[in-house]
């Protein structure tokens, strides 16, 4: 009898916990991986039809618009006009990128709050287009970091305030290889912030280097940095939620100190220029919910995948989700059976925290997502 009433009661306890958690207090963020909607260098034919990338990415917009804040890397320089400053023996297999810079609208247009403007990409065309960039993203009040000047930056939503830190191995960005000043930046940023974003851009690049290796991963002769440890290391500084990419293909997730962690988010849009094939063109859309104090709630995998020059579009064989729950398992072990990854892309610990999950939907309809920010 007494087991019984003390099985009860935890029970009762715990379903006021759900109830609280469960309100409309929880904060829905969406991160996306690598974007180039297109480059007129070293040729115009690398940009879509009729100069035009809203239809390309068309079908993803609903789904970013979900949330209310929504992360992109944006990984080239809006910029028209300017010299090329990255060095290219041969300028047709050069991957040095710059988008028309009428295309910062289709960045806002697709509903982008945030923007990680630290890569490998920033700098091909040089000081010029990365004052054309910030131009434009400041003109359109989109928030960005990631560079030496402007580490971070912040917005409002729902009454909180929402910090992002962009790192990256590339000159002119924020070192991510300089562990100590990455943590006092980041712990600078929670004194001040509700719930603290921190993007890197990490770790080698393509299929053969799809799992976290828990060691320093060098591409092309760079550190590309040990991202398990620096992830880790944020987290322990005050991070809330961890978006990498770089690696153009997609990675294992973590919930480490109850914070969510995806270490690639792949390439999301990428209109010319990219290696779309196999695990390439897999691209995941990560929706996770908080606390207002940035603890993970529950998540979904929401699974697109790209056609080279055609379209951004929704997987209905969720081959990306499938991807991530095998990543995760093998790179996490320690995971398996508390990180739960339903074939549907939800993905919650219920376990951790005693709670049954939110019970988000279990596929997204693409016809009926609210497009409308809630900030």
């Known amino acids: 009898?007494?087991?019984?009433?003390?099985?009860?009661?935890?029970?009762?306890?715990?379903?006021?916990?759900?109830?609280?958690?469960?309100?409309?207090?929880?904060?829905?963020?969406?991160?996306?991986?690598?974007?180039?909607?297109?480059?007129?260098?070293?040729?115009?034919?690398?940009?879509?039809?009729?100069?035009?990338?809203?239809?390309?990415?068309?079908?993803a917009i609903p789904y970013l618009k979900s949330a209310d804040v929504t992360f992109g890397n944006l990984e080239t320089c809006l910029l028209d006009e300017g010299p090329v400053v990255k060095r290219c023996k041969d300028t047709t297999k050069c991957y040095a990128f710059k988008m028309p810079e009428k295309y910062g609208l289709t960045l806002k247009e697709m509903g982008f709050d945030f923007l990680n403007l630290a890569n490998n990409h920033i700098r091909d065309f040089g000081a010029l287009g990365?004052?054309?960039?910030r131009y434009h993203l400041d003109k359109l009040n989109m928030a960005w970091a990631g560079l030496l000047d402007k580490p971070t930056d912040?917005?409002?939503?729902?009454?909180?305030?929402?910090?992002?830190?962009?790192?990256?191995?590339?000159?002119?960005?924020?070192?991510?290889?300089?562990?100590?000043?990455?943590?006092?930046?980041?712990?600078?940023?929670?004194?001040?912030?509700?719930?603290?974003i921190v993007s890197f851009h990490g770790g080698a690049e393509g299929a053969k280097h799809q799992h976290v290796t828990r060691e320093k991963e060098v591409f092309y002769g760079e550190n590309r940095s040990n991202v398990y440890e620096f992830a880790h290391a944020m987290v322990d500084a005050g991070a809330d939620v961890i978006f990498g990419h770089g690696p153009h293909v997609t990675r294992a997730i973590e919930i480490y100190k109850n914070r969510f962690i995806a270490y690639s988010l792949g390439n999301f849009a990428t209109y010319s220029r990219f290696n779309l094939s196999g695990a390439n063109a897999l691209t995941p859309m990560v929706k996770i919910y908080t606390t207002p104090t940035g603890e993970f709630v529950e998540g979904k995998i929401i699974p697109f995948k790209q056609v080279k020059n055609v379209a951004l579009m929704y997987d209905e064989h969720k081959a990306v989700i499938f991807k991530i729950k095998d990543l995760t398992r093998m790179d996490f072990p320690e995971l398996n059976h508390r990180l739960i990854i339903e074939d549907d892309g939800r993905f919650s610990m219920p376990y951790e925290r005693k709670l049954k999950p939110l019970g988000l939907p279990k596929a997204e309809n693409k016809t009926k997502v609210n497009s409308t920010k809630l900030h």
Not at 130 to 133: A, D, L, P, S, V
């Open 1 to 59: 009898m007494r087991q019984s009433l003390f099985i009860a009661f935890f029970i009762f306890l715990g379903s006021i916990m759900f109830a609280q958690v469960n309100k409309d207090t929880l904060i829905s963020f969406i991160g996306v991986g690598d974007m180039m909607l297109g480059t007129d260098f070293p040729k115009k034919t690398y940009l879509p039809p009729n100069n035009d990338p809203l239809p390309y990415v068309s079908e």
């Open 130 to 133: 990365m004052t054309t960039t």
């Open 154 to 196: 912040t917005i409002m939503v729902k009454g909180l305030k929402i910090g992002l830190a962009g790192f990256s191995p590339n000159t002119g960005t924020v070192d991510i290889n300089d562990l100590p000043n990455a943590i006092k930046i980041v712990k600078a940023l929670k004194q001040d912030c509700d719930i603290v």
